[in-house]
C-alpha cells in the first residue's frame, strides 16, 4: 500500500515538468526577407524595349552562410548564429529575388530571370555569382564579397570581385537585415554597369 502514493506523486511530478517545459516562455523565432522597399530610389521602372536577356545564377553561397540562422562575425576568424532570427527563405534565394528587382531597375532594358533559364530563346548573358562574405554586426558594419561571371555566346567571358560595406543604423536584427539589402542593391548597381558595357 505504500507504494502507490509514491507511484502517483512521481507521475505527477513528471507531468508538471513536462508541462512546464511545453508552456515555458522561450523566445519565438523571427523571420526576415531581403526587402527592396526601405532601398532609396525604389519604385515603379518605365516600361522599356528589352535590350538584353539575362540568365541570373546559379548563385553560390560560402558554406557558412548557407543555412537558416541570420551569421553575424563577432571576430576575424569566429562567427555567431543567431538561434531566434532566422531567413525566412534560403538566403541564395532571397539574394537572387532582390537582384532581379535591382538590376531591372538600373537598366530598365534588362530582362533577368532567374537559373535555370525556361524561356524558349537563349539568354544573351549569364551572370553567375559566389557570395563569399554577407554578414555583419548589428551596431557596427555590414559586408559584402563577391565574385561575378559573365558569360556571352562567342565573347571572352569577364570576371572580377566586388566588396561593399556599409554602417548599420541599430543595434538590433531588424537594422542589420535592412543594411544588407542595401548591400545587395550597391551590388546591382554595379553589375548593372557590367552588363550595359560591350565586352
Not at 555566346?153 to 569577364?158: I, M, N, V
Amino acid at each position: 500500500m505504500t507504494f502507490f502514493p509514491v507511484r502517483l506523486l512521481s507521475s505527477l511530478v513528471a507531468v508538471l515538468l513536462c508541462s512546464a517545459c511545453i508552456g515555458g516562455t522561450s523566445d519565438e523565432a523571427r523571420f526576415y526577407l531581403l526587402s527592396s522597399e526601405q532601398l532609396a530610389g525604389t519604385g515603379a521602372t518605365t516600361s522599356a524595349a528589352i535590350t538584353q536577356q539575362v540568365e541570373l545564377g546559379p548563385i553560390h553561397l560560402a558554406q557558412y552562410l548557407d543555412r537558416p540562422q541570420i551569421v553575424t562575425r563577432t571576430s576575424d576568424n569566429r562567427i555567431a548564429l543567431a538561434e531566434f532570427d532566422r531567413w525566412a527563405g534560403r538566403l541564395s534565394d532571397e539574394i537572387s529575388r532582390l537582384l532581379v528587382q535591382q538590376l531591372s531597375r538600373h537598366q530598365p532594358g534588362l530582362l533577368v530571370r532567374p537559373a535555370p533559364w525556361r524561356l524558349a530563346a537563349a539568354p544573351d548573358v549569364q551572370l553567375e555569382l559566389w557570395i563569399n562574405q554577407f554578414e555583419g554586426v548589428p551596431g557596427g558594419a555590414a559586408r559584402l564579397q563577391a565574385r561575378y561571371l559573365l558569360r556571352r555566346p562567342r565573347r571572352t567571358a569577364q570576371q572580377g570581385q566586388l566588396h561593399y560595406q556599409r554602417q548599420i543604423t541599430g543595434p538590433d536584427y531588424p537594422q542589420l537585415v535592412a543594411t544588407q539589402a542595401e548591400l545587395i542593391a550597391d551590388l546591382a548597381a554595379d553589375l548593372a554597369r557590367l552588363l550595359g558595357k560591350e565586352p
